[in-house]
């Protein structure tokens, strides 16, 4: 979808000192796109989660919706009571044998398009909870999207997850009605994160050392003593 | 550890007679008597009203299968070992019963006539170690799902989830479904009374209200609540199990995930009883860190129980504030310990590294941060018109209830029993802090409230006193046993290196024994009754979880108030489900 918003520094001086051209405030009103990209932004901007949770990872979804996180940020404060109105499911927590019915169930009431993170190690893989009562990782029997891993993952990195379905969910194609050629969505692949990060995340040298509690004690100290 | 009580031995002996098949000496001095299937029943009533200063609450009943344990010395033979855990405010001890049964069809008499809090236990005792209880009114699975075959804390029960390859295909899922449809007749309930048909309502597993994945199932007259019938084992996590396979060491990240609220309080738990076990005496200044930073799980604990709380009755914006200064404890404990809800930070003799360079910082300003704050929600929640409406008088409970039903913590104290364990069974220096036991009257939601702020304050003033105080030393005791083992010593001698290498690969092994360690944990009494025979694992490994008896409980608070009431109790009352289940 073309997108031609207005740009603070650049665009937004000229039009304030009525320089318009009616070239540009066409372009500053108007959006010109294919429906279907439309809905697709319309989508990836407004997931609204199911109130559902498991265990530990809940606590920390619950904390990604107040204050110091706000999720609302990204369209997702918006908790569901009900699968019916829910755009994802966040598997918050350890698949139980006991409770996995009921998470399939509520999953297969939830209205297409739905998708499904993964929060936690448990969801992911089952993580330490290899044990009888437990199943091993919520993909055995639900088709997730996004796998956030932590045991908990912090609130960031949940939102991080939201932001990589979001992108998703705004790549995938979607057809309204019917089409000519292959039909269904046809869904985008993208890398591992692991791939992505990695080779950033192997170069950094210098860390924080657990004797300090704060990075900028660590500094001065570090700097004192040279 | 408890004191040697002679007259205890004694009457003990005078009523038991013959039945008397041994005492055990154990490593926690809790007085332990092993006695016959037949007069099991006979003593534990006699213990309970006869003798004086009576042993009145049933702290926990578990089951050990023996069958593969060394170092039984002196025990009575038995393949399964029936526990009964008691404890005695007036003496302020504990007493154990153990009873031993064969492998084919091991049972004992039901005690719910003594105890109604026996029930859950019984149930679990079945459900998961294979113990009958003879006479007891409906001994059905209470953790495991109906159609499991075996009894998981049977050693010859698969531990691994990988080893059962488990899934749920549609077929199963609707098996599943079917067996949880409410039978009222199965649990002695009447559809209609007086010419009015009960409504039976379904109340989670997955419902906003329950704080996590628990059913109840409530018989309702319109909208009052004739009984309630909690269905837990949603959240069964086999913590017990799990124990088996890991080393000592190993098994402490699993104990943060038994109340995932309390952080380190449940390592504190773990440790005083493998401390117990291996002798380690901790260090001052190990002591210190420790309760300093239990008392601020405990405060990160209740903010957590406030902004829900408040929450359910109606109030929308506490959570967020509640969760901010959550963050804020976070920030201190992230910085201490490098994680948030799970730090892991404990070990066996101390803690995992000394306090970082700052640490004063970040409390001093947490604690005048704080109590303004504290005030604050007091006069907007607390004292708010209509939290006290949906509060006072609901879910109230006396302290005789209360003790016959094993409940303890602030719930207990919210009824007007000043009991805390911190005070009565000092661990970890707790003696040496000026500190007040908030106490209520009612024992409603609201006292259950009142109660919990002001213990926040409590616990910030005990974090004062460790900040002020903090005594120089160092953080890990010298002791084989602690883990990991202090490193520069491996660097002068081969014995201490190869003593590391093993401690390291293959965990520490802890002397043959057994041990109940119990602590003041965020939610009530959090015990860890722990047996050794001489390996890297423990062989048994019983956790007592406050929220158990709490959750059991709940019918008794809820008959004859309304579905909104019922809402206003699980918020009070504190639980998590993994607390529950384990």
């Known amino acids: 979808m073309a997108w031609w918003s207005r740009k603070p520094d650049s665009r937004e001086k000229e039009l304030s000192h009525n320089h318009t051209s009616i070239n540009d405030s066409v372009r500053g009103n108007f959006a010109l796109a294919r429906l279907e990209d439309l809905v697709a932004w319309g989508r990836k901007n407004s997931i609204w989660?199911?109130?559902?949770?498991?265990?530990?990872?809940?606590?920390?979804?619950?904390?990604?919706?107040?204050?110091?996180?706000?999720?609302?940020?990204f369209g997702a404060e918006v908790i569901r009571g009900t699968p019916r109105e829910a755009d994802v499911i966040v598997i918050s927590g350890t698949v139980f044998y006991k409770a996995s019915p009921m998470i399939k169930l509520l999953y297969q009431q939830m209205m297409a398009p739905r998708w499904v993170i993964a929060m936690g190690s448990c969801a992911c893989s089952d993580g330490m909870f290899d044990v009888y009562s437990v199943i091993q990782g919520v993909d055995k029997f639900l088709p997730v999207d996004v796998y956030v891993t932590g045991c908990p993952p912090r609130p960031d990195s949940l939102m991080e997850g939201l932001l990589l379905l979001q992108e998703k969910v705004g790549n995938e194609r979607r057809p309204l009605s019917w089409v000519i050629g292959p039909q269904g969505v046809e869904q985008p692949v993208f890398p591992a994160q692991r791939e992505l990060k990695g080779p950033k995340r192997r170069r950094i040298g210098r860390l924080t050392p657990p004797d300090y509690a704060s990075h900028d004690l660590y500094r001065e100290g570090h700097d004192a003593n040279r | 550890m408890q004191t040697v009580d002679l007259a205890l031995n004694e009457a003990i002996q005078a009523q038991a007679g013959p039945a008397l098949l041994a005492t055990?000496?154990?490593?926690?001095?809790?007085?332990?008597?092993?006695?016959t299937k037949e007069k099991i029943h006979d003593l534990l009533r006699y213990v309970k009203n006869e003798i004086d200063r009576p042993y009145k609450m049933l702290y926990d009943l578990t089951g050990i299968d023996e069958r593969g344990r060394s170092h039984r010395e002196g025990q009575p033979d038995s393949d399964f070992t029936a526990v009964y855990h008691l404890y005695s405010f007036g003496r302020n001890a504990y007493l154990r019963f153990k009873v031993p049964l064969p492998e084919k069809r091991p049972s004992v008499p039901t005690i719910t006539d003594l105890w109604p809090a026996a029930d859950w236990y019984e149930r679990e005792t079945w459900d998961l170690v294979g113990i009958r209880f003879d006479g007891h009114p409906h001994l059905v699975r209470?953790?495991?799902?109906?159609?499991?075959?075996?009894?998981?804390?049977?050693?010859?029960?698969?531990?691994?989830g990988t080893e059962l390859g488990l899934n749920m295909p549609d077929q199963k899922m609707m098996e599943e479904q079917e067996q949880l449809q409410f039978d009222p007749e199965e649990w002695g309930m009447k559809r209609s009374s007086d010419g009015t048909d009960f409504l039976f309502l379904n109340l989670g597993p997955h419902h906003p209200g329950t704080h996590g994945v628990l059913r109840?199932?409530?018989?309702?007259?319109?909208?009052?609540?004739?009984?309630?019938?909690?269905?837990?084992?949603?959240?069964?996590?086999?913590q017990e199990k799990v124990a088996e396979r890991q080393t000592w060491h190993t098994y402490l990240p699993y104990t943060d995930r038994v109340d995932y609220l309390s952080g380190v309080i449940n390592n504190m738990a773990y440790l005083s009883s493998v401390e117990q076990l291996a002798g380690i005496e901790i260090p001052l200044r190990a002591q210190v860190i420790r309760v300093m930073m239990c008392e601020l799980y405990r405060i990160?604990?209740?903010?957590?129980w406030l902004g829900t709380f408040s929450q359910d009755v109606g109030q929308l914006s506490p959570v967020f504030y509640t969760f901010n200064d959550r963050e804020r404890a976070f920030y201190i404990a992230e910085a201490i310990t490098g994680a948030r809800m799970h730090p892991n930070?404990?070990?066996?003799?101390?803690?995992?590294?000394?306090?970082?360079?700052?640490?004063?910082?970040?409390?001093?300003?947490?604690?005048?941060?704080l109590p303004p704050r504290l005030d604050e929600y007091e006069r907007e929640i607390v004292k708010n018109r209509i939290f006290k409406a949906r509060t006072k008088g609901i879910g109230r409970t006396t302290v005789d209830e209360a003790i016959e039903w094993g409940m303890t913590g602030p719930n207990l104290r919210a009824c007007g029993l000043g009991w805390d364990f911190r005070k009565a069974h000092p661990y970890s220096g707790y003696d040496q802090f000026e500190f007040d036991i908030p106490i209520g009257k009612n024992g409603d939601s609201y006292d259950r409230a009142t109660v919990r702020i002001e213990e926040m304050r409590q616990s910030l003033r005990i974090i004062d006193q460790c900040v002020r105080n903090m005594?120089?030393?160092?953080?890990?005791?010298?002791?084989?046993?602690?883990?990991?083992?202090?490193?520069?010593?491996?660097?002068?001698?081969?014995?201490?290196?190869?003593?590391?290498?093993?401690?390291?690969?293959?965990?520490?092994?802890?002397?043959?024994?057994?041990a109940l360690g119990a602590i003041e944990a965020s939610k009530g009494n959090n015990g860890y009754y722990l047996i050794s025979d001489g390996s890297t694992t423990p062989y048994r490994n019983r956790i007592r979880t406050p929220s158990f008896p709490h959750m059991q409980m709940l019918p008794l608070l809820c008959r004859g108030l309304t579905v909104s009431d019922l809402i206003a109790i699980f918020g009070s009352v504190d639980f998590v489900l993994a607390d529950v289940d384990k």
């Not at chain 2, 159609?147 to 049977?154: A, S, V, Y």
């Not at chain 2, 990160?300 to 957590?304: K, S």
């Open chain 2, 345 to 369: 930070w404990f070990r066996m003799g101390g803690t995992a590294q000394d306090l970082p360079i700052g640490w004063e910082d970040l409390f001093r300003d947490f604690i005048n941060y």
């Open chain 1, 49 to 73: 989660p199911f109130n559902f949770g498991l265990s530990c990872c809940y606590v920390e979804m619950a904390t990604s919706l107040t204050s110091k996180y706000d999720i609302a940020r």
């Open chain 2, 216 to 238: 109840v199932v409530l018989q309702l007259d319109g909208e009052i609540i004739i009984d309630a019938v909690p269905d837990i084992g949603f959240h069964h996590r086999a």
């Open chain 2, 24 to 35: 055990q000496p154990t490593v926690d001095r809790i007085p332990t008597f092993w006695i």
């Open chain 2, 142 to 160: 209470l953790i495991m799902p109906r159609d499991w075959e075996g009894h998981p804390l049977r050693k010859d029960h698969p531990s691994h």
């Open chain 2, 471 to 514: 005594p120089d030393g160092p953080y890990k005791a010298i002791h084989p046993l602690a883990t990991p083992p202090p490193k520069p010593k491996t660097m002068h001698d081969i014995e201490t290196l190869i003593a590391h290498f093993l401690t390291v690969s293959w965990g520490p092994v802890i002397p043959p024994g057994e």
């Open chain 2, 300 to 304: 990160a604990n209740h903010f957590v």
